[in-house]
Structures are given as C-alpha cells and as structure tokens.
C-alpha cells in the first residue's frame, strides 16, 4: 500500500516542497498537524530562508500550540491536593481493571485456583 506524503528538502538554500512518495521531515509533521496549514502555503512562508525559518516557524507554532495546555498546567499546579485526588481515582480504577484482566488470563490458562 502505497502513502502519498509530502516531501521537504532544500536546494542551495531555496525551499521546495513538492508532493510524492517520500518521507517527511519531522519538523513539517508537527508543524502540519499544529496549523493545519497547506504544504504550498508553508513553502511559501518559507521562501528562500532555508531550515532556519522552518525551524523558526515550528517554534512559533509549537509554542501557540501548546500555550492552553500551558496555562491549565499552571492553573492546576496551585491544587496539588486536587492532583493527588485524580491519581488516586486513576490508580483505583486501573487497579480494578488489571484485577478483572487477571482473572480472564488466570481462568483462559485454567490457573484459577
């Protein structure tokens, strides 16, 4: 099965972003899947400033990004008692879950005893 990904490299410091079949560097993965922007418009953006502004570009957009996450993170590291609440419910039900998981083997391998 073939995928048709884009594919990103660069001649003598000219950008090209050009579609076939190819790997994509990791940097335009995130920055596609942060912006949702297109592949021409990013080439565009881009220019003949080579790696460094994509580079650039993915900083910016990573940190945009991630900036609500940011925020909540902050927020919920003021109520250390709240997170230690939520690891608590957390680990009581995957506790009951691995429970349940571990009579099914136990059983499925006639090991109940």
């Known amino acids: 099965m073939f995928f048709l ?7 003598k410091q000219k950008t090209a972003y050009e579609f076939e079949y190819g790997l994509v560097g990791s940097e335009m993965c995130i920055r ?5 922007t297109s592949p021409e418009a990013l ?11 994509l580079k ?15 925020r909540k993170r902050r927020q919920l590291e003021k109520d250390p008692e ?3 609440n939520v690891l608590m ?9 691995a429970e ?9 391998m006639g090991m109940e005893y």
């Open 43 to 53: 080439a565009e953006e881009i220019g003949d400033k080579g790696a460094s502004r």
């Open 100 to 108: 349940e998981t571990l009579v099914e083997v136990r059983r499925a």
């Open 56 to 70: 650039a570009i993915l900083t910016e957009s990573l940190n945009e990004y991630l900036l609500p996450l940011r």
């Open 82 to 84: 709240h997170i230690r």
């Open 89 to 97: 419910k957390g680990i009581e039900r995957a506790r009951k879950i």
């Open 32 to 36: 596609d899947s942060c912006t949702g």
């Open 5 to 11: 990904w884009h594919t990103f490299f660069f001649v």
